[in-house]
């Protein structure tokens, strides 16, 4: 059975209440963020958003699946159960939730669902909060690494001149632009500019960006709007970003518009750092 992978604030509160339900909530937000209040029995995995790759080679993706093996394992985390995670906003966070989700399900947990809306749905529900945090037994996290879902630095490389491919940049508009090497300040990388022959798609457009709860839009506009730069259900789709996070929100997106895609998760953090790389650093 597939798990859906948008689920809403009374769908939670729905699976929580089963007797049966195994059910895990992750909250992406800051520590300071969760201590003030968090959806109950929630438990704080900061590091889904914060974890930086420093390369995509095989040795250090191994580094990353026993990274979150370990996290995993310590709070009590199979891999068998149905998690949801959650984040204040989808569009604040840089796609923090999306990431988490993302990472997730290539490590091998199958049923992974994402707080459509985030934490401000659920408070606009007046769903219960609480400051209390759960106390969880350790086990023994499963890793199924599914290395199918990311693009190494390797294959983006090799797609450069494949007009087969379509290369989606969905940074902010100031790092396509080669104004800002990062979001973080425009220093924070040793280049800017774009991988060469990328199209560009402002993640911030695949969701209804301005109501006061963020939400993805319809499948229907999310083809629509791929559509204007060239990409269609057959699409081959490598998406990058900046170190991943933005770029598992459009993967998101166009999953639920029936589009096939895989993320470069070392995106431009990566990419940028090494010079042997070709970039195309016009400013725009």
């Known amino acids: 059975m597939n798990t859906k992978l948008l ?6 509160t729905s699976l929580l209440a ?5 059910a895990v909530i992750i909250d992406t937000r800051t520590p300071e963020n969760y201590a003030i209040s968090h959806i109950p029995q929630s438990i ?3 590091d889904f958003f914060t974890y930086l790759l420093e390369n995509s080679s095989p040795e250090v993706l191994k580094v990353l699946q026993e990274y979150f093996a370990e996290i995993m394992s310590k709070l009590g985390i199979s891999g068998a159960e149905r998690i949801i995670v959650y984040e204040d906003a989808l569009n ?7 990431r988490a989700a993302f990472l997730l399900k290539y490590l091998g947990c199958t049923q992974v669902s994402i707080l459509h809306g985030g934490y401000r749905a659920w408070l606009r529900e007046g769903l219960p909060t609480t400051d209390e945090v759960p106390l969880r037994e350790s086990s023994i996290f499963r890793l199924h690494p599914n290395a199918d879902m990311m693009v190494t630095t390797a294959e983006m490389l090799q797609a450069i001149d494949n007009p087969a491919i379509i290369k989606l940049d969905v940074r902010d508009r100031n790092e396509w632009l080669g104004l800002s090497s990062s979001p973080y300040n425009p220093d924070f990388c040793p280049r800017k500019g774009r991988i060469p022959n990328a199209v560009w798609l402002e993640w911030h457009h695949l969701m209804n ?3 006061e709860i963020p939400t993805f839009r319809s499948p229907d506009e999310i083809r629509e709007i791929c559509q204007s730069v060239g990409i269609t259900s057959e699409s081959i789709v490598y998406i990058y970003c900046f170190k ?3 770029a598992a929100n459009t993967f998101v997106a166009l999953e639920q518009a029936g589009i096939s895609a895989k993320n470069y998760f070392g995106s431009w953090n990566e990419w940028s750092r090494d010079f042997s790389l070709p970039i195309d650093s016009t400013v725009m």
């Open 7 to 12: 689920i809403s604030p009374q769908e939670v």
């Open 18 to 22: 089963e007797k049966s339900s195994q």
């Open 44 to 46: 704080n995995i900061r």
């Open 92 to 98: 604040r966070g840089y796609g923090q939730s999306c």
């Open 209 to 211: 960006s301005e109501s």
């Open 244 to 246: 991943g996070s933005r």
